[in-house]
């Protein structure tokens, strides 16, 4: 499928600045679909394959969320600066500075997708739809399923694991290595790694400010100030389309997805049942028709 010319560039965002890039051309009737990467503290690049879709005619629109790639990095704020807060205005000024929050998708993966469920509650008038990724509605609830999928793992690799996290040594080469285990498992099952995935996490691992704070040393070890921290009550406040999206081996598990398709009162489920974390890059060819027949649906 063909991509249509991309732009870049930055916008103020107070006495920051938010990278952007924009596929496909906005304004000529269909929504911009704007995409909210992972982590927090990841960037924009291993969700590059949504770019496809400007073939089909919708706009799309990455970003580095602050702290991050391309985006002002605040390496020295407080604990306290991380907040969803932030970045939710972030979303809202850069929905402003493009002209476009009048008519716009949103595609949250991962963290993102609590990021688009915070800012889908608020009944911003020009959302059209949501598309919430392999994302979890609440971290406590998900702590709760992460603790059962390493207690899945191989007895000593969850051993290394524990003893690292107890010892404060999460930043070992062995614990690195034990925690590729679940990656492999649970965040990634494709080898290699594509490129797009890779430039996303050694750009997190360069500089993981954002994602320490804010999430904790690994995926499945949250520690950081979102551990305790959940959408579930803002869902029924949710008034547009949403498609939820989870993959059969995913970190974030059935249980972790349940109460967006208990509690959002318009919407529905795909899983992809050979994937993971990351369907967008294990099923691509599926990936896409699910997604573009859901914006069918909102055009």
């Known amino acids: 499928m063909a991509l249509s010319p991309s732009a870049r560039g930055t916008v103020p965002f107070g006495d920051h600045v938010t990278w952007y890039r924009v596929t496909g051309a906005l304004g000529q009737g269909k929504p911009a679909v704007v995409t909210l990467h992972g982590g927090p503290g990841g960037t924009h690049d291993y969700l590059l394959p949504l770019a496809e879709l400007a073939g089909a005619g919708w706009p799309v629109i990455h970003y580095d969320q602050l702290g991050n790639g391309g985006s002002t990095h605040v390496d020295d704020a407080d604990p306290e600066f991380w907040t969803p807060e932030l970045f939710d205005d972030e979303l809202g000024n850069l929905l402003d500075r493009l002209g476009i929050a009048d008519d716009y998708v949103l595609f949250g993966h991962s963290w993102g997708g609590l990021l688009s469920v915070r800012h889908a509650s608020h009944h911003p008038p020009g959302l059209r739809g949501l598309i919430i990724a392999n994302s979890p509605a ?78 904790g040393p690994c ?81």
């Open 138 to 215: 609440s971290y406590p609830e998900w702590r709760k399923e992460l603790k059962i999928l390493r207690d899945l793992l191989p007895v000593e690799v969850n051993d290394v694991l524990l003893a690292h996290e107890a010892a404060g040594t999460t930043d070992s080469r062995e614990y690195y290595e034990a925690m590729m285990v679940f990656y492999n498992r649970h965040v990634l099952r494709i080898r290699p790694w594509p490129n797009e995935f890779m430039a996303t996490f050694m750009d997190t691992l360069s500089n993981p400010t954002v994602y320490h704070t804010m999430n």
């Open 219 to 299: 995926e499945f070890h949250v520690t950081g100030t979102l551990k305790d921290w959940s959408t579930i009550d803002l869902l029924a406040d949710i008034s547009v389309p949403t498609l939820v999206l989870s993959g059969r081996h995913d970190e974030v598990t059935p249980e972790s997805v349940r109460p967006f398709l208990d509690l959002i009162p318009e919407s529905r489920e795909v899983v992809f049942e050979n994937s993971s974390h990351s369907p967008h890059l294990e099923e691509p060819e599926r990936f896409r028709k699910v997604v573009l027949d859901f914006l069918a649906t909102l055009a």
